[in-house]
């Protein structure tokens, strides 16, 4: 499976951007994919996840009602619509995708197996 994520750019606060996620591989078998971010110096951290098959999403506190994960099971894609963006949304932004399911938390780094490379999401004042 590889992941590659793009979308990342410079937006001023309160701007938008649109992050994607284009998975190959047997992304047919995954059971969830999600969004992480690590900005410098600081552990990563979950951004926002989705049921790969029933859509059911979830969401950080810091980010929910501002970003929007979505996915196209046809096309093998994954998105993050951020809205309302802060300087604090600042980071590298990562997508993941599950291929176990049971037992998994997809809040967390290690439920994941799959990892695409980060794109850059800079924030300005």
């Known amino acids: 499976v590889q992941l590659q994520a793009s979308g990342g750019g410079l937006v001023q606060a309160g701007g938008s951007l649109r992050l994607s996620c284009a998975a190959s591989g047997h992304t047919f078998s995954a059971y969830g994919m999600g969004w992480f971010r690590q900005a410098p110096g600081q552990e990563r951290e979950f951004v926002a996840a989705?049921?790969?098959?029933?859509?059911?999403?979830f969401y950080a506190r810091s980010v929910k009602g501002r970003f929007t994960v979505s996915r196209d099971n046809a096309k093998n894609t994954l998105a993050l619509q951020m809205n309302s963006l802060k300087p604090e949304d600042t980071a590298v932004y990562y997508c993941a995708s599950d291929h176990k399911g049971y037992g998994r938390s997809w809040l967390e780094a290690k439920g994941y197996d799959y990892w695409g490379q980060g794109t850059q999401v800079t924030v300005s004042s």
């Open positions: 989705i049921d790969w098959k029933i859509g059911t999403t």
